[in-house]
DNA sequence: ACATCACGTAACAATCGCAGTTGCGGATAT
DNA sequence: ATATCCGCAACTGCGATTGTTACGTGATGT
């Protein structure tokens, strides 16, 4: 799989999800048509249960479903509950006096901010139910 | 050093030239300034002098200096020197038919394209002289 | 009851990007 | 000529992420 793939994977996911909401599926299915492992989508759609957007069940009847109905689910729910960042939080330079370094830091960090507010706000405006539509 | 730190260490150093254009620096100098090691210095401000934004020159006087004013060279100037990119291109996937997947990657290629582009538009509000005062 | 099935989790290997490091060649000033 | 820079290639080490195996836990159907 390619980089980023908790996101891409946990909103393809969703997106079938969306299409039938009631159908209960394993993580085995889900790993096959995404092209990956049960493991790595149980650890994905476990951060996304725990966030309350899925439902896990176990036993003969067990598998995945939506915790909500898939207009009440946003891009933004999903990339904040999967901990994604658009760039790495760094922390603030040790103070070896350097003012250049910590007016730059400072800058970029709230710049960096901003940007990464842009995109949740813009991610909210979809739910998962208008992923199959062509973008418009 | 910490994460993104191409970036950290081109604007920090830009910065500091800013203050004192016409003095010539070396990158063991800067190197020991940034915390960092002379090589990664030449590999990341290399990177700036194939932009334009930078001139190297060898020998006994040499070392780096600006090749042009503080004033025009913005911040976005040296984001796309360093081919910096908030989330890495990734190829549309293998058509094995799966709408949702296309869609998808569609949606969010496009949205990130968007927020990339924010990002350069705001970093080329600001030049490297102005790095210096707080952000304001 | 009990076998079966699916999730939950830990542990480890494989891979990738990046910083760090060493070494050597080419250019330039003294 | 020599010392001092940059340019570049090769290698190591580290951290993050994915892939994989293995085992425990709980729920279901017979």
Known sequence: MKRNSRLSLALHTLGH???EPERMRKSADIAA???TNPVVVR???GRLREAGLLVAEKGH???WRLARPPREITLADVYLALNERLVPVDEP????GCAVEEALHD???TLMDEIEQTL???LSETTIAEIRTPAG
């Open 120 to 122: 949740v706000s813009r």
């Open 17 to 19: 999800m969306a299409g």
């Open 107 to 109: 800058r970029v960090a």
């Open 43 to 45: 650890r994905v759609l």
């Open 93 to 96: 330079p040790e103070p070896h």
């Open 61 to 63: 009847a067990g598998g």
């Open 33 to 35: 048509h995404a092209g």
